[in-house]
């Protein structure tokens, strides 16, 4: 059954002359018909009702609503009902979405009525006017089939007297006329028959039937059984609705307030408009057009820049400056014109120059300084013989390129940021930086679509903006860092931005025309490769920095770092001195590090306290000393050789060589055996391509047991355990095998290894040592801690040529082929021999090994890559 609640017909009631309960008179709207119903006390109600169950509404007694039944049960109901006394109960149900609604589904307490009019509707539904009398309560349901009947019985309602009823009354009739007089669906001759009326029950259900409410609320309504009541809950229903309708009304009033404004502002300026012409003058928006169209032409756009740009201007003519979409396009011509499409900066192409510039800000990093060096030739080339006819024929394909994409690969603190801004300063170029790092969204780099509000240009674009010319250096710091998830994958849209071949056509979806960026020289940095996309590094060239010697770093110290630090400190040269020991010592004992950030921040921490003796008079000046630094920077955090000695005095612990993003380390690997039963344990967290180098060493050991002296039991009858300290720290990769396969051989013969070895390679089954990656790294870290020797893979001994020469004079190489020449090296002669930490270890002093031999062969560099962290 649907039954809907539209707005009631008008219904008025009069007492009947002679009976005390009044008599309801309905008029029929359509023909004008009145007919009389009798009072409830006049009816005489059958032994059994017909139910009809109301979804959605409630009838209330001496009230007319309008049904519409659909139902094939209700229909047949009503047939029935109209064929007989016209009586029927109306019940509401529960649960409104059913169609089919049970006794079970159904409220206790209903309203009887009578039908009043029928009609059916062509689409077979029944359209009727119903009369409530009195509300009943349902004893007991009598019949489920063809339609629900029920035993009823009346229930009459109490009518209080006195002035709380009449106070009630009042309020309620005058909120009403309140409500209607805000609400103009509500029909005038309601509230007037409301006023009219002096029965307080039928006014309180009268005002119900056209008051907005929850079905639940409804059904309480009827329910209560005093009037007194009703009118109470009533009243507070109103209250609510003169609250929301006066909202809605002040909201309407803004709206139209500002709708008003709007319109009056539009017509002012319409009548100033048609004032300056009449004048002669040019109107504000004729002005900024006229504006638009001069810097256009200053701007020296692209053909199809310009194309766009004039359309759009055209449309910024045309339109009111009070419309939303001027903002937007007057945006847009803003950036367009405010682009540097046409301005250069003339390169400095004196090649002394630069390389004077490049040495005064950077100690060391030949390779790169090489490159820009390489870069201002070709330019200064090119200009020189621009008018020359080339005897190269011409690519009709692909275009000539003219910028760079370089991308510096390296350990933090080793200067790649820095080196930037010395390449723009040796150029004679601007210099522009942006940071990746973190960036998930596409739209930094490619920019919104001004679909969009608050649209704006990429980051590219934005950069170029303030730097005004469109071949600056432009730096791209931490491109190994870029994000990635449901915003898109800015490392996908920078493959356009640096991609020589396509972006001298690069497209921001802001500005929607192309714009050249083949002129700018994009400079990336990152940490390390990995987590780059491989189709994004393909389109760079990568240079390699590794980290620096000591050497390296009490240089840089004295000439950039010291000096720099004393003027952030408002100190006076004269005032601080280091000494060379001091600044070694720093290196050594308080920093362990590829660059030299940590080293300049002790620095700066010793002259701060310098400064503050200095400012509260206690000394003038002050000469560091490396009997001075526990004072100034306090203890040391890092050991040298003794430290190696120390851990590697029993046998089972080798010290290796890793690589990591910050450069390389020493990493030691500890092995021990406890009685068991063969179980073999890895600790330490251990990537499995680790793992299985564990295995294949502790494979190799013991299947050259007897070769190496040890007891054909010990694997039986013990459990060995294997560790790499800094557990926190995720480590993998297969360099570490000859090291692992070293501790394992050392702790099953009893043979401490040596403390001033360390040791990288992979291993096989076979016993072979397979070449591996980030040879410099690695030889640094053995530098830093003072190590003599260090084995490498045979195949490794090209890699040498990348290590700088002092380092070469102070270290031992022994390059190994096979497990047997390493342990050979490695493992001390006597059996449980105790190591004694080398003299001289902290004296200030590097300790200087004799030279290895020549080694067996050279063969090609084939290194792995190494992704130990």
Known sequence: MGVNRPIRPGARSQPEEGLGEPRIIVRDESTGLEGRTPAAAELALPTELPILPLRGVVVYPQTVVPLTIGQPRSIRLVDDVVGADRMVGLVASRRPELELPGPEDLFSIGTLATVQRLFRAPDGTIRMIVQGLSRFTLEEFTSLDPYLKARIVLKPEIVEDGVELEAQVRAATDQFQEVAEMAPSLPREVVASVMLQEDPLQIAYTIANYQRMDLEVAQQLLEEDSTLAKLQKLNGLLSREVEVLSLGQQIQEEAREEIEKVQREYFLREQLKAIQRELGEVDEQAAEVEEFRAKMEKAGLSPEAEKMARRELD??????????????????????????????????????????????????????????????AVRKLKLE???????????????????????????????????????????????????????????????HRRTYIGALPGRILQALRRVETNNPVFMMDEVDKLGRDFRGDPASALLEVLDPEQNSEFRDHYLEVAYDLSKVMFITTANWLDTIPPPLLDRMEIIRLSGYTEGEKAIIARDYLIPRQIRENSLREAEVTLSEAAVREIIRSYTREAGVRNLEREIGKACRKIATQIAEGKIERLEVTPDALPELIGKRRF?????????????????????????????????????????????????????????????????????????????????LHLHIPSGSQPKDGPSAGITMASALASLASGRPVRSDVAMTGEITLRGKVLPIGGVKEKVLAAHRAELKTIILPKRNEVDLDEVPEEIKKEIEFVFVDSVGEVLKTALEAGSRKRARPRKGANSGHPIRAKRGGPPARTSRNAKTPDRRR
């Open 315 to 376: 449309r910024l003519a045309k339109l009111p400056t009070a419309a939303a979409e001027y903002g937007v396009i007057r945006t847009y011509l803003d950036w367009m014109v405010s682009l540097p499409w046409g301005k250069l900066t003339v390169d400095n192409l004196d090649l002394e120059n630069a390389r004077q510039v490049l040495d005064e800000d950077h100690y060391g990093l030949q390779d790169i300084k090489q490159r820009i060096l390489e870069y201002l």
């Open 639 to 719: 050991w040298g050789p003794e430290e190696v000695a120390e851990r590697t005095q029993l046998p089972g612990v080798a010290a290796g060589l890793a690589w990591t993003p910050a450069g390389g380390e020493v990493l030691f690997i500890e092995a021990t055996a406890m009685s068991g039963g063969r179980e073999f344990k890895l600790t330490g967290s251990l990537g499995d391509v680790m793992k299985e180098s564990a295995q294949a060493a502790l494979s190799y050991v013991r299947s050259a047991s007897k070769e190496l002296g040890i007891r054909a039991d010990f694997w039986t009858t013990h459990d």
């Open 385 to 447: 013989r621009a008018d020359l006819k080339s005897d190269t024929p011409q690519d009709q394909i692909r275009r000539e390129r003219e910028g760079a994409i370089l991308c510096f690969i390296g350990p933090p603190g080793v200067g790649k940021t820095s080196l930037g801004r010395s390449i723009a300063r040796a150029t004679g170029r601007e210099f522009i930086r942006i940071s990746l790092g973190g960036v998930h969204d596409e739209a930094e780099i490619r920019g």
